[in-house]
């Protein structure tokens, strides 16, 4: 193992005490280094926020504007510029920390020592299962001779992009769901070998929604797997979801992003005829699905092979048989590729 310690690194991740969450979410993603260091107007240590702190908050009614100040951890492990890189590694170890501020007697940041992980590649194998049947009608004419997930985004299909980035967080073993057009993508990604992967499929003989086809898995292993929509691009980490899953020992684990929809209208309530309230073009937030989900083996009995099933009335199943349903807040960069509009985001995103 070796440790990195740099100024380029800690001065990226350094935010004023004013910023919000939002600020935070973007440098956690933008920098990679799973913390970020919030300093007061004298640049001293205010505290750290990490991708946890963020969505403990998000679960607990903040939203992305909220004030960092409201997440932050305001007593983190930090250690002086005497302690060497050797001990930090002990201090990491013991406290199952990947990251620690260096401080000055005055709590200024020095620097920041950081986990190499870059030496030590992670190999899951934990199985993802990815949604590729669909005919996405919405998407034509694009779709008429490729199916969506093959539809290229900054050179490459989005189900490339979805695979790669699976593949560097650990994942190894694949199995694509196909229908529509479905030998386009047997051609192009074959048994995964030359993406150094291996790759099964399931075949539907007719569609079967986004949960249906998982009645013809034939899961061998207790070990949670991935369900991941063959038309979304994200940021999200697949393997913090599937650490969280376990963490909360869930049954299925949603990921769910918050939208925001401003009302292109003043929206009058009334209670009759009287008028109770009018409201200017406001703006509704709800979560709503985000396309990526953990579930345990045995949610697969609650459905009936060949038998059509969304994931939704999935998840309605799994409450009604009091199984354990979660959601995951997402913060990271998501998009459905549902219509041209996001094919285009999904473009300058990617290129980014």
């Known amino acids: 193992m070796t440790l990195k310690n740099t100024s380029k690194v800690w001065k990226k991740i350094i935010l004023p005490e004013a910023s919000s969450i939002l600020d935070a979410a973007k440098n956690l993603e933008d920098n990679g280094v799973q913390i970020v260091l919030v300093v007061d107007k004298k640049k001293c240590l205010v505290g750290t926020v990490s991708d946890g702190d963020i969505r403990r908050g998000l679960l607990a009614g903040l939203d992305l504007n909220s004030s960092v100040l409201k997440v932050v951890n305001k007593k983190p492990r930090v250690v002086p510029e005497a302690v060497t890189s050797d001990l930090a590694l002990e201090i990491m170890k013991s406290n199952n920390l990947r990251q620690i501020p260096i401080v000055d007697k005055s709590n200024k940041i020095k620097g920041i020592h950081l986990w190499d992980e870059i030496t030590v590649k992670e190999s899951r194998s934990n199985i993802m299962v990815i949604m590729a049947g669909g005919k996405g009608i919405r998407m034509r004419p694009y779709t008429e001779s ?47 070998e030359k993406f150094g992967i291996d790759i099964e499929y399931l075949d539907e003989d007719s569609p079967l929604g986004t949960a249906g086809s998982l009645s013809l898995l034939k899961i061998k292993t207790k070990e949670p797997f991935l369900v991941v929509n063959g038309d979304v691009v994200t940021g999200v980490r697949f393997k913090k979801i599937l650490k969280f899953h376990g963490t909360q020992n869930a049954h299925a684990t949603m990921a769910v992003s918050l939208h925001e929809w401003q009302h292109p209208f003043g929206v009058v309530h009334m209670n009759g005829m009287n008028i109770t309230k009018i409201e200017e073009k406001p703006v509704s937030r709800d979560y709503i699905n985000a396309g990526v989900y953990v579930l345990s083996p045995e949610v697969l009995k609650l459905l009936k092979k060949n038998k059509f099933c969304d994931m939704p009335e999935l998840f309605e199943r799994l409450k009604a048989n009091n199984f354990s349903t979660i959601a995951y807040p997402v913060h990271e960069q998501w998009l459905d590729v549902g219509k041209p509009d996001d094919y285009y985001l999904a473009e300058n995103y990617l290129k980014k």
């Not at 699976?166 to 051609?187: H, P, T």
């Open 146 to 192: 490729c199916p969506k997930p093959m539809l290229e985004v900054a050179n490459k299909p989005i189900l490339q992009h979805i695979i790669e980035k699976a593949k560097n967080e650990g994942f190894n073993k694949f199995i694509i769901s196909v229908n529509y057009l479905g030998q386009m993508i047997k051609d192009f990604f074959g048994s995964g």
